[in-house]
């Protein structure tokens, strides 16, 4: 029973357009969220992350979108270059109590294609 | 500064084998984490200690699978008797207190394993 899903298994962009990549989650009781990046033999590393008080955060190139009502969040990269090409995770925490540690989904393949 | 550090990086197996893998977390961090990424189920959480002490192991597929954290720069993930199932890369994470909500995890690079 995931909590945090990500439909699309993969996505193919071409370089210096925008790629969008979407999160759903069931759990409301979810009050971060964040993004993780992932190349080959690499673990996940920090890309971005939001409060629900938030319905948007930017940082440079990558935005971080909040549709609380939805539960539903996207990550935008503008403009997309090769080196984004990663398996991107969405992954989302209880702040306030019930299990520590973050949940995730099972990743989108990003591939930027020149 | 020296992030999550995991070992072995690889490691292939017989069936019935034990396997242990190791971490050290980042230095000062007081939560550390044991992820599974599969194909089928993405990353899992299978445990997570805080101040060495495990809080919640629900995410333990079987009693075959153990964990310890001796002190608060070392924990090991136990597989007896290891399958073929449990081929998967498991990482291990570590925050400064999962409870801020402006904290995050910090992976190691992971231990890609093989069960024949």
């Known amino acids: 029973d995931q909590q945090v899903k990500q439909n699309s298994p993969s996505l193919s962009v071409q370089e210096g357009r925008i790629s969008i990549l979407n999160c759903d989650y069931t759990n409301s009781m979810f009050d971060y969220f964040l993004w993780y990046k992932k190349y080959p033999a690499e673990g996940p590393t920090f890309l971005i992350s939001i409060s629900s008080i938030k319905d948007k955060n930017e940082d440079g190139r990558f935005t971080v979108f909040l549709n609380k009502s939805a539960k539903h969040l996207s990550l935008h990269i503008v403009p997309s270059q090769p080196g984004d090409s990663a398996v991107y995770f969405c992954?989302?925490?209880?702040?306030?109590?019930?299990?520590?540690?973050?949940?995730f989904g099972k990743g989108t393949h990003l591939i930027i294609q020149p | 500064d020296a992030g999550v550090i995991q070992s072995p990086r690889h490691e292939v197996t017989e069936m019935g084998q034990e396997v242990t893998l190791r971490c050290k977390p980042i230095s000062g961090h007081n939560s550390l984490f044991w992820y599974r990424q599969t194909m089928m189920r993405g990353l899992e959480l299978l445990i997570y200690f805080n101040n060495n002490v495990p809080i919640d192991d629900s995410g333990m597929p079987e009693d075959r699978f153990s964990a310890k954290m001796p002190n608060a720069s070392f924990s090991t993930l136990k597989i007896q008797p290891s399958e073929p199932r449990d081929s998967a890369v498991y990482f291990c994470?570590?925050?400064?207190?999962?409870?801020?909500?402006?904290?995050?995890?910090?992976f190691g690079e992971g231990s890609w394993l093989t069960v024949v």
């Open positions: 992954a989302a925490k209880d702040s306030g109590g019930g299990a520590d540690g973050l949940t």
């Open positions: 994470a570590s925050s400064a207190g999962i409870r801020l909500p402006g904290n995050t995890i910090y």
